[in-house]
């Protein structure tokens, strides 16, 4: 009797609620065009993972779209663990752009790993202590020098922040903003990755964190009259005399910012 082919195996994850809107991704796609541009040039033709991009494909069909201009060879591969979803996007699929269905485990042809995994609105609905081993696993799947961007936003993506991680582990956190839309910097608290959502009390250093932003920010309210870019700025500027901000003018000019992971790190 011949051997039986044993059953694929089963994505790992769950399904999330899938909103989205076409635009929603900007500001972290523009951060990783940035931030990781030259690497995925570098890499020649590497592929870049959307990861849960929800129940209609824009997310992914813009993220070809911004990084093309930087590393033109890239690939991107939309992952869903919906089925449903994946033959909804199929029609869309186009050279350099693809879509299929799978979960965490992130299954590419031939066991490729891939340079980049950006995966937004994805883990908001697991618990805390999930997100750990979610983040290892990803991480582990990544080509050398590769990047996993992991984070939250609202549904037309003014307020989003963000987890970098490489193959070694969490690295920083970006804040990141429609300035005219901001009263203070703590409205991104609700904003927060799973890691982080639930450590925004006093005693863990996020919440320290947004307290100084909110304060640097009131300091700052005489450069309201040049605009909220000049505001953000020297706010900006004031933070980094006690906190490890891995950016610049350029980047702050975007309405960003970026933190070193170990200082926001959950306590215990």
Known sequence: MAARTP?????????????TNPNRLRRMDRWIADA??????????????DLGYGAAP??????????????????VVGIEIEPA???GAKPYEREGLSFRHGGFEVPL???????????????RQ???????RVWERLCGRLAPGGLLVEGTCDEIGRRHVWVALGPEGARTVT???????????????ERLPKALIHRNVPGEPVHAFLRDFDRAWAAAAPYASLGARQRWIRTARALAGDWPLTDGPK??????LTVRWEALRPMG
């Open 7 to 19: 059953p694929p195996s089963r994505p790992v994850g769950a399904v999330t609620r899938g909103t």
């Open 36 to 49: 990781h541009g030259a690497a995925l040039r570098r890499a020649g033709h590497p592929v870049a993972v």
């Open 58 to 75: 824009w997310t992914a069909v813009e993220l070809l779209s911004r990084l093309r201009p930087v590393a033109p060879g890239v690939r």
């Open 85 to 87: 979803r994946v033959a």
């Open 109 to 123: 042809d031939g066991g490729e790993r891939p340079a980049l995994i950006r995966a937004a609105n994805v883990l």
């Open 126 to 132: 697991y618990d805390e202590e999930q997100v750990a």
């Open 175 to 189: 804040f990141a903003t429609r300035l005219g839309s901001l009263e203070r910097p703590s409205d991104l608290a």
């Open 251 to 256: 980047r702050w000019r975007q309405g960003e």
